[in-house]
């Protein structure tokens, strides 16, 4: 199964990030790109132990559960899953900037020491769940915008 800490699959997906364009269109959801590369870059800081977030009331009752369904298998993430309210992002910034700081997260991996992780909707995973969820995740939203 693919996972951010394979050195080849982190640097298929970095590939992926460089082609993106501030002009891309997204095939489903509400995102553009910016706010993608931004819900992104706090995604990471969260893995990587940057930033903390409270645990979700909801995620305490089906957080385990749906992490399970999303790393036991090869299946993509389904299309406009809910996210954490820290992670919804409105607004415009610095396109450019935003996705030179996502691949440099992406490229900490290759010194990930952040496991195990209380992550506020899953709760605990531990380095495999972290590895797989990363790349799906990321996987999910460069598909999103057709790379």
Not at 10 to 26: C, G, P, T, V, Y
Not at 58 to 73: P, Q, Y
Request: aromatic share 12%.
């Amino acid at each position: 199964m693919k996972n951010i800490f394979h050195k080849q699959t982190n640097s298929e997906l970095i590939e992926r990030i460089n082609k993106l364009q501030e002009k891309d269109h997204a095939q489903w959801g509400k995102m553009n790109t910016y706010q993608m590369l931004k819900h992104c870059t706090l995604s990471e800081e969260l893995f990587q132990g940057k930033k903390k977030y409270k645990r979700l009331f909801i995620g305490r009752l089906f957080g385990s559960t749906a992490l399970k369904g999303i790393v036991r298998n090869e299946k993509q993430m389904k299309k406009n899953q809910p996210t954490h309210p820290a992670f919804k992002i409105t607004g415009t910034g610095d396109f450019e900037n935003e996705k030179a700081k996502w691949i440099n997260l992406l490229n900490n991996y290759t010194n990930f020491e952040n496991s195990p992780l209380t992550h506020p909707f899953f709760g605990e995973m531990t380095y495999d769940e972290i590895g797989i969820f990363v790349y799906k995740h990321t996987d999910h939203h460069l598909r999103q915008f057709n790379r």
